[in-house]
């Protein structure tokens, strides 16, 4: 008694999932042994529902298909009553002789301006073209006793070879019976027409819309192996037999490959009416019985007996088996899987509901090698990789570009300012007041802009700073350098980074200015275009050589060289590599040059206005 107390109190009272498991195991077992014996009777009334049920949407299926084709026939009438001319051109068919019908088209046709008429015969054509179900249509003349056979690559016309009172008969027969299979046409009709048990037809009086008169009839023919394609592709799982039925009880269509009723009145027609119960036909049987529409054909499902027996065999012994497998191991698998799983389930969880909150330290501990162990691996391994990814692709990169570009700034070295204090010195001793004034003043102007902590300006800012620095090489050469500078005004007030034009100005000064010519030029131009901003220098110096230029290309085509690109010199490298730091790999420097003739250089920066960098 103690040990039991102890169990409840250890696995059961303070643990809420264990009571769970234990009742409901407790639960389900005593169900399914007191339901046991009721099961078998259960199941098999299910089987009954079910092949019924089956049978009952395998008619239906089949119902659809006989109700298109009713309606396609009924349209094709329609159609051809519907049109005048059709109408006229199948009336003159029938109630003139052959020869007389075909000359008549051939006037038609050869009217001035008369417009070329359809007949009849292709719009049935067309309709056979169009549902591959019908296997050809018969047009028959009452007047003048022939008939037209029309095939989807054929056409015959004939004349009726029995007598006349047993045609009339016949023909007395359809009008009442619109449905019939071809094997009941008797002798009236040759081998092509009296095919076989596998097609039946349907018959459509026809008459004169003008005086009412009965003039012949159309007899549509189908090919009933078609109803069974079309079941194999809608309901591939037949259940039961499936049969189609005229009006009368005559059976135009039977599943049943052999011993079928195709072709003959069922037997038990009067015994159809009763679909609730089991009803004697060839054996006990229930039936489902379908009205196809307002075409007078019905489809009946019949589930035999002996079909349900085989299942409920196999039922009774599935069902003894499982009982006792169930039993006997349902409460013990359940109690110990389940809880192991619920439990390994539980601590995934709670892990990541941490990795949620933004903890990517979480590791899951999770013992054993199944599919929750697998899980549990590729978790931490996630987190691992997010951690590495992030401190990699985040934090150093960052730290790297932010060096690169202090470095890269650093390496831009003032070297103009020794060659303006010699200028400055030598038009000391040699020239007035004025003009060594004018330098300085234009040197301090740029010391001042130089020493500027910041490292944003204005595009009109980094032009100026640019002609202050020619102004001093103009003054120096003596009208050997002539400067032009154009700037649009809509892009005067955009940010630029600071000194990104000041070392392409330079790059002509050191290696294209020709000092001992007095022809020297260089223009810079700043305009937009879309949303860029374009900053050409183009001069007449000495230009680069056609190898060094493609080596310089080169390099600026190159993925981010950010360190120790171009050694110490300030060339066009730094300033390409600082404008896609700055601004991304969409913008940069170009370069165009011809030795003797002189360089263009193009910098290409996104528009931004104040408080955008």
Same mark, same amino acid.
Request: glycine share 6%; hydrophobic share 40%.
């Given at each position: @008694?103690?040990?039991?107390?102890?169990?409840?109190?250890?696995?059961?009272?303070?643990? @809420?999932?264990?009571?769970?498991?234990?009742?409901?195991? %407790?639960?389900?077992?005593?169900?399914?042994?007191?339901?046991?014996?009721?099961?078998?009777?259960?199941?098999?009334?299910?089987?009954?529902?079910?092949?019924?049920?089956?049978?009952?949407?395998?008619?239906?299926?089949?119902?659809?298909?006989?109700? $298109?084709?009713?309606?396609?026939?009924?349209?094709?009438?329609?159609?051809?009553?519907?049109?005048?001319?059709?109408?006229?051109?199948?009336?003159?068919?029938?109630?003139?002789?052959?020869?007389?019908?075909?000359?008549?088209?051939?006037?038609?046709?050869?009217?001035?301006?008369?417009?070329?008429?359809?007949?009849?015969?292709?719009?049935?054509?067309?309709?056979?073209?169009?549902?591959?179900?019908?296997?050809?249509?018969?047009?028959?003349?009452?007047?003048?006793?022939?008939?037209?056979?029309?095939?989807?690559?054929?056409?015959?016309?004939?004349?009726?070879?029995?007598?006349?009172?047993?045609?009339?008969?016949?023909?007395?027969?359809? /009008?009442?019976?619109?449905?019939?299979?071809?094997?009941?046409?008797?002798?009236?009709?040759?081998?092509?027409?009296?095919?076989?048990?596998?097609?039946?037809?349907?018959?459509?009086?026809?008459?004169?819309?003008?005086?009412?008169?009965?003039?012949?009839?159309? @007899?549509?023919? #189908?090919? %009933?192996?078609?109803?069974?394609?079309?079941?194999?592709?809608?309901?591939?799982?037949?259940?039961?037999?499936?049969?189609?039925?005229?009006?009368?009880?005559?059976?135009?269509?039977?599943?049943?490959?052999?011993?079928?009723?195709?072709?003959?009145?069922?037997?038990?027609?009067?015994?159809?009416?009763?679909?609730?119960?089991?009803?004697?036909?060839?054996?006990?049987? /229930?039936?489902?019985?379908?009205?196809?529409?307002?075409?007078?054909?019905?489809?009946?499902?019949?589930?035999?007996?002996?079909?349900? !027996?085989?299942?409920?065999?196999?039922?009774?012994?599935?069902?003894?088996?499982?009982?006792?497998?169930?039993?006997?191991?349902?409460?013990?698998?359940?109690?110990?899987?389940?809880?192991? !799983?619920?439990?390994?389930?539980?601590?995934?969880?709670?892990?990541?509901?941490?990795?949620?909150?933004?903890?990517?330290?979480?590791?899951?501990?999770?013992?054993?090698?199944?599919?929750?162990?697998?899980?549990?691996?590729?978790?931490?391994?996630?987190?691992?990789?997010?951690?590495?990814?992030?401190?990699?692709?985040?934090?150093?990169?960052?730290?790297?570009? !932010?060096?690169?570009?202090?470095?890269?700034?650093?390496?831009?070295?003032?070297?103009?300012?020794?060659?303006?204090?010699?200028?400055?010195?030598?038009?000391?001793?040699?020239?007035?007041?004025?003009?060594?004034?004018?330098?300085?003043?234009?040197?301090?102007?740029? #010391?001042?802009?130089?020493?500027?902590?910041?490292?944003?300006?204005?595009?009109?800012?980094?032009?100026?700073?640019?002609?202050?620095?020619?102004?001093?090489?103009?003054?120096?050469?003596?009208?050997?350098?002539?400067?032009?500078?154009?700037?649009? $005004?809509?892009?005067?007030?955009?940010?630029?980074?600071?000194?990104?034009?000041?070392?392409?100005?330079?790059?002509?000064?050191?290696?294209?200015?020709?000092?001992?010519?007095?022809?020297?030029?260089?223009?810079?131009?700043?305009?937009?275009?879309?949303?860029?901003?374009?900053?050409?220098? %183009?001069?007449?110096?000495?230009?680069?050589?056609?190898?060094?230029?493609?080596?310089?290309?080169?390099?600026?085509?190159?993925?981010?060289?950010?360190?120790?690109?171009?050694?110490?010199?300030?060339?066009?490298?730094?300033?390409?590599?600082?404008?896609?730091?700055?601004?991304?790999?969409?913008?940069?420097?170009?370069?165009?040059?011809?030795?003797?003739?002189?360089?263009?250089?193009?910098?290409?920066?996104?528009?931004?206005?104040?408080? #955008?960098?």
């Amino acid at each position: @008694m103690n040990k039991l107390r102890r169990f409840y109190l250890n696995h059961l009272k303070r643990k @809420m999932f264990n009571k769970i498991i234990l009742i409901y195991s %407790a639960v389900m077992m005593v169900l399914f042994l007191i339901a046991a014996v009721m099961v078998y009777q259960y199941q098999v009334q299910r089987i009954i529902r079910e092949e019924s049920d089956a049978n009952l949407k395998t008619a239906q299926v089949l119902s659809i298909y006989l109700n $298109r084709q009713y309606e396609n026939i009924q349209t094709l009438v329609q159609q051809i009553y519907g049109d005048a001319a059709l109408s006229d051109d199948l009336i003159y068919f029938l109630n003139h002789r052959y020869e007389d019908y075909l000359g008549h088209r051939l006037h038609l046709f050869s009217r001035p301006g008369e417009q070329r008429v359809q007949s009849f015969s292709s719009v049935l054509k067309s309709y056979l073209e169009q549902n591959p179900g019908a296997s050809g249509v018969t047009i028959f003349s009452y007047p003048k006793d022939f008939y037209m056979q029309i095939r989807p690559q054929s056409q015959q016309l004939k004349y009726e070879n029995g007598s006349k009172p047993d045609w009339e008969s016949w023909f007395s027969e359809r /009008k009442h019976y619109g449905w019939d299979t071809m094997n009941r046409y008797g002798p009236f009709l040759d081998a092509a027409v009296n095919a076989s048990s596998g097609t039946y037809s349907y018959f459509r009086e026809l008459q004169d819309p003008w005086t009412l008169e009965k003039v012949g009839m159309m @007899m549509a023919e #189908f090919d %009933a192996g078609q109803l069974s394609a079309w079941l194999k592709t809608r309901a591939p799982d037949v259940r039961g037999r499936i049969l189609v039925m005229s009006s009368r009880g005559t059976v135009i269509y039977d599943s049943e490959e052999t011993g079928g009723y195709a072709g003959q009145t069922y037997p038990y027609l009067h015994q159809l009416d009763n679909t609730e119960k089991w009803i004697p036909l060839d054996e006990m049987s /229930k039936v489902n019985v379908l009205s196809v529409g307002n075409a007078e054909l019905s489809v009946v499902g019949i589930v035999s007996k002996s079909s349900i !027996h085989d299942s409920t065999v196999r039922l009774r012994n599935t069902l003894i088996v499982v009982t006792l497998l169930f039993v006997t191991a349902s409460f013990l698998v359940t109690f110990t899987v389940m809880r192991k !799983h619920s439990k390994k389930i539980q601590r995934i969880i709670r892990s990541m509901s941490r990795i949620g909150e933004g903890d990517l330290s979480v590791r899951i501990q999770m013992p054993g090698e199944d599919e929750l162990q697998q899980i549990s691996v590729r978790v931490n391994d996630m987190c691992e990789r997010l951690e590495l990814y992030i401190d990699k692709m985040y934090t150093s990169e960052i730290r790297q570009k !932010h060096a690169e570009l202090v470095a890269l700034q650093s390496q831009i070295q003032p070297h103009f300012l020794y060659n303006t204090l010699e200028s400055i010195r030598m038009r000391a001793h040699t020239s007035g007041a004025k003009e060594v004034g004018q330098m300085i003043y234009n040197l301090s102007v740029m #010391f001042r802009s130089m020493v500027k902590k910041d490292t944003i300006v204005t595009v009109q800012e980094e032009i100026e700073l640019c002609s202050i620095y020619l102004d001093l090489f103009r003054i120096r050469y003596e009208g050997r350098l002539a400067v032009g500078i154009e700037l649009d $005004r809509e892009i005067g007030g955009c940010r630029i980074t600071k000194l990104l034009i000041q070392p392409i100005v330079e790059n002509y000064i050191v290696h294209g200015f020709r000092s001992l010519e007095s022809d020297n030029e260089i223009s810079l131009s700043a305009v937009r275009e879309e949303e860029r901003i374009v900053i050409t220098v %183009a001069d007449n110096g000495k230009g680069i050589p056609a190898g060094r230029l493609e080596e310089i290309r080169r390099m600026l085509s190159a993925p981010s060289q950010p360190s120790g690109v171009g050694g110490s010199s300030i060339g066009l490298i730094n300033v390409h590599e600082r404008i896609r730091m700055n601004y991304g790999e969409d913008y940069g420097v170009t370069v165009c040059s011809e030795e003797g003739k002189g360089t263009v250089v193009r910098v290409r920066i996104p528009i931004l206005r104040e408080g #955008f960098m």
